[in-house]
């Protein structure tokens, strides 16, 4: 029995080869699929992957403060008397309106009477005496002119002229004083303006200097507000601020920032601000109720799309894009606040600088990328940020 071979070889090259079966053409098919999806993955990183990229560009977040403060008169006076005394009468009381040189208050005036009456005798006595000493002197001048008296005589008379002289001012000017001191039993206001508070009544002995009433001048009117130190950024002079009564919030005045207290409030630590207002209108009276609206500003931080986080290990980060060579590297940052559609960084990235704002779950570090147009996107910049009222 003879063994056919169980493969032959077609040696004869004039002879046309078989065709493949089926089965064997579908795996060579495949083959070369796998090949050619295979050069499209080598050369897809290439091309870079598609990102959305933004610039970032700094700003500072600006929002406004509201704040509850009090109309202040921008000048306060308290008066009181120059000498000591008990008060007879006082008839102002608090709110009434004064004008300057109104009597505010009076004291007994007895003893200054009595001193006024006591100055001119003794200046009527002191003119007698300087007309004796006038005439003595005269006389003796005439005597020594014709040699009837002496050197000695002559002097004591001259002396006696000038000491009555002196004694003739000294009364003068006690009268003066003790009409001075008359005039001070009456306590006068030398400004316009509203009594606001009074610290003495009828029948009380009062001291030099002790205020007697304070008056509110009409000259300026100031609002002031307890300000937190975080919101003392501004100098005196370039905060402008808005004013607004607060049962009333139609009626507004606009001011300046005229002062700012060195020293916090011991209790509630904060600052007493003073605003000059322009115009105020009449009804924004001594001890009103208002509202002041601040602009205020932060540091200069930076704003990024939400969509633009991620995390390196533990911290926040982001992806930066190199513009020469077009990979992305993590950098972490540091969040000051999270809004609803962006986050506000307070360092770790720099203006001008371009991160990947959508796509950033697919990337690792040193990938090439490929940025997509920015139109529609979200600017970066902080100005837009508003902080809440």
Same mark, same amino acid.
């Given at each position: ?26 795996g ?14 080598k050369a ?21 403060v ?6 202040q ?17 006082r ?5 009434d ?31 007698? /005496? ?18 009837f ?9 001259e ?9 003739? /001012? ?9 009409? %001075? ?5 009456d306590?006068?206001s ?12 009828p029948g009380?002995?009062?001291?030099p ?12 009117? %100031? ?10 950024e501004?100098k ?12 009333a919030?139609?009626v507004?005045?606009?001011g300046r ?23 105020p ?12 609206s ?10 990024i ?30 969040i000051l ?5 962006h986050?506000?960084?307070?360092q770790g990235?720099?203006?001008g /600088?371009?991160i ?13 990328v ?5 139109a ?14």
């Amino acid at each position: 029995m003879t063994r056919r071979p169980l493969l032959t070889m077609n040696t004869d090259r004039s002879r046309p080869a078989r065709p493949l079966p089926g089965r064997a053409l579908l795996g060579v098919t495949l083959l070369l699929a796998l090949t050619a999806c295979d050069r499209a993955e080598k050369a897809a990183p290439s091309a870079g992957r598609p990102v959305q990229v933004v610039k970032i560009e700094a700003g500072k977040l600006a929002g406004g403060v509201d704040l509850s403060g009090e109309i202040q008169a921008e000048k306060t006076v308290s008066l009181a008397f120059r000498i000591a005394g008990r008060i007879t009468d006082r008839p102002v009381n608090v709110g009434d309106r004064v004008a300057p040189g109104q009597i505010v208050a009076r004291l007994d005036r007895t003893i200054e009477t009595n001193a006024v009456t006591a100055a001119r005798a003794a200046l009527e006595a002191a003119r007698g /005496e300087v007309v004796t000493a006038r005439n003595t002197f005269e006389r003796q001048e005439r005597l020594m002119g014709q040699g009837f008296t002496t050197r000695p005589r002559f002097d004591a008379a001259e002396k006696a002229q000038e000491a009555a002289q002196a004694a003739l /001012e000294n009364a003068e000017a006690q009268l003066e004083l003790a009409q %001075d001191r008359l005039g001070f039993t009456d306590l006068r206001s030398d400004v316009a303006g509203v009594v606001t508070a009074r610290s003495a009544e009828p029948g009380e002995v009062v001291q030099p200097g002790q205020a007697i009433v304070q008056i509110a001048r009409d000259d300026g009117r %100031d609002a002031v507000f307890s300000v937190p130190a975080r919101l003392l950024e501004a100098k005196a002079g370039e905060q402008i601020v808005r004013v607004r009564l607060a049962e009333a919030p139609g009626v507004s005045a606009v001011g300046r920032i005229r002062e700012v207290s060195p020293q916090a409030d011991p209790v509630t630590r904060t600052f007493q601000v003073r605003v000059g207002l322009q115009d105020p209108p009449e009804a924004m009276r001594l001890g009103s109720t208002v509202v002041g609206s601040i602009e205020t500003s932060s540091a200069v931080i930076t704003a990024i799309p939400a969509t633009a986080l991620t995390q390196s290990g533990t911290s926040p980060a982001v992806w930066i894009v190199d513009p020469v060579n077009s990979t992305v590297s993590l950098r972490p940052i540091d969040i000051l606040r999270f809004d609803p559609d962006h986050v506000i960084v307070s360092q770790g990235l720099a203006p001008g /600088e371009t991160i990947v704002s959508a796509g950033v779950q697919a990337l690792h570090s040193g990938q090439r990328v490929a940025p997509l147009p920015a139109a529609g996107a979200r600017s970066a910049a902080a100005g837009a940020a508003k902080t809440p009222g």
